[in-house]
């Protein structure tokens, strides 16, 4: 039955669950998309930022206890969620709260997934939750989190993992696990060079989503138990799942992804590459991954522009975008943008053309400019002429130009490398 408005998914079960999103990571593979914000900050989707849709799957789910631990360059991140997260009332023990690394345990930054979990012990403890949830910031997907409470709790489980179905040629990149006919643990790597695969299904295997539900006591002996070895690199993947798959019950809860199915997408936007596909994928006719789906929205802080402007409407000088997405505040003056997705507040100048490129917001791109198959990073400032994306060996010169051929320019590469336009 459809709702005429949207209500979050409420139950007994995520009333009293505990999100902990782990914001942390550098998120290296982003090369210079990450070196002044952290992974889960980069933006994402024309509005939003990586992290707001593991935050927007916990207000839809109706988890209104919410931490994120950062560490890694964390102010704009930080900046983001106080910004654009405070509609949650504390009067009712709701709240979205940062708890930047602070040395509370130990005279040390985080040094894993679970150390960053074990440092937080003590406000974990506070809130007395009936389940903890241990999410990543740095996906994309959409996932209503109490399906996944129910099943741990109707499986009376210790822990359970939110898995999913990928290409044996990824596992090196994610926790692999194998189960028995009731979707039982019965061996958990991570990130294999050589994987055990899905059986009758040689190019599969079953992955970690790193999405966790635990019981708190089971969470709390894991940790105090991890935090005492000195052989431990303290994460849950490495050291605390695959030593008590033989003595707990730790159960796989199957993810669905299907192509009918939006509430079954899920991304790894961890390259340049992987980046660039599911922003493109967006602006498809109708996308695996719907942000127009008015039953779950997308929330993130909004900035306040006006709506975006076409002008000018001359043969060669013509204001236009086809099969693109371009966000509020943007004006493209005379050019033609076809392809991409451009952020709020971007102006394209006069006899520009703009086609596969990502483009963050606050970027001028200036006149007579070629682009094809880039990023342009937030408050990048595109001079006149430049062509990019159309010969790669002189773009290396200048930006990164990833594996498969996409351009990253960022501020700094164009102020510290004094860009030269190369003559169309």
Avoid at 54 to 61: D, E, G, P, R, T
Avoid at 324 to 348: D, K, P, R, T
Avoid at 399 to 410: A, N, P, Q, R
Wanted: glycine residues 6%.
């Amino acid at each position: 039955m459809n709702k005429s408005k949207f209500e979050p998914n409420i139950s007994l079960n995520t009333r009293y669950t505990l999100a902990l999103i782990l914001a942390g990571g550098k998120g290296s593979r982003l090369r210079d998309l990450t070196k002044w914000r952290v992974k889960p900050a980069v933006p994402f989707g024309g509005k939003f930022r990586i992290i707001d849709f593991a935050l927007s799957n916990c207000i839809n789910s109706g988890i209104r206890k919410i931490s994120i631990t950062t560490q890694y360059k964390a102010q704009s991140l930080i900046r983001h969620i106080t910004q654009g997260w405070g509609m949650l009332h504390s009067e009712f023990g709701e709240f979205v709260e940062v708890l930047p690394a602070q040395q509370r345990l130990a005279e040390k930054w985080y040094s894993g997934t679970a150390d960053a979990v074990y440092q937080n012990i003590d406000i974990i403890r506070k809130y007395n939750p009936e389940y903890v949830m241990i999410l990543g910031g740095d996906h994309i997907y959409k996932m209503d989190y109490g399906e996944i409470i129910a099943y741990h709790k109707s499986r009376n489980a210790d822990l359970t993992v939110s898995c999913i179905e990928l290409p044996v040629e990824d596992a090196n990149q994610f926790g692999v696990m194998s189960v028995d006919e009731d979707n039982r643990v019965i061996d958990f790597e991570e990130k294999p060079e050589h994987p055990q695969t899905i059986p009758g299904q040689p190019d599969k295997v079953l992955a970690s989503m790193g999405i966790y539900v635990f019981n708190p006591k089971f969470l709390f002996d894991q940790l105090f138990r991890d935090a005492n070895s000195q052989k431990s690199s303290h994460d849950f993947g490495k050291d605390i799942i695959p030593s008590v798959i033989k003595t707990s019950k730790i159960y796989a809860y199957p993810f669905r992804n299907s192509e009918a199915d939006s509430s079954g997408y899920w991304r790894d936007v961890g390259t340049i590459d992987s980046y660039w596909k599911a922003n493109m994928e967006l602006i498809g006719v109708t996308p695996e991954l719907n942000i127009y789906d008015d039953q779950w929205p997308i929330r993130t802080n909004l900035r306040q522009y006006p709506p975006a402007k076409f002008v000018f409407n001359s043969d060669g000088r013509r204001g236009m975008a086809v099969d693109s997405m371009i966000s509020e505040g943007c004006i493209v003056s005379g050019a033609y943008v076809e392809e991409s997705l451009l952020f709020s507040n971007v102006h394209v100048e006069d006899y520009s053309k703009i086609t596969q490129s990502v483009v963050l917001s606050d970027v001028v791109i200036g006149s007579n400019c070629r682009i094809h198959k880039a990023i342009i990073d937030k408050g990048c400032t595109i001079p006149d002429g430049a062509v990019i994306g159309e010969d790669l060996e002189h773009d290396k010169q200048y930006f990164h130009v990833s594996d498969e051929g996409i351009v990253l320019v960022t501020p700094d590469m164009l102020k510290e490398i004094n860009y030269q336009v190369q003559v169309a």
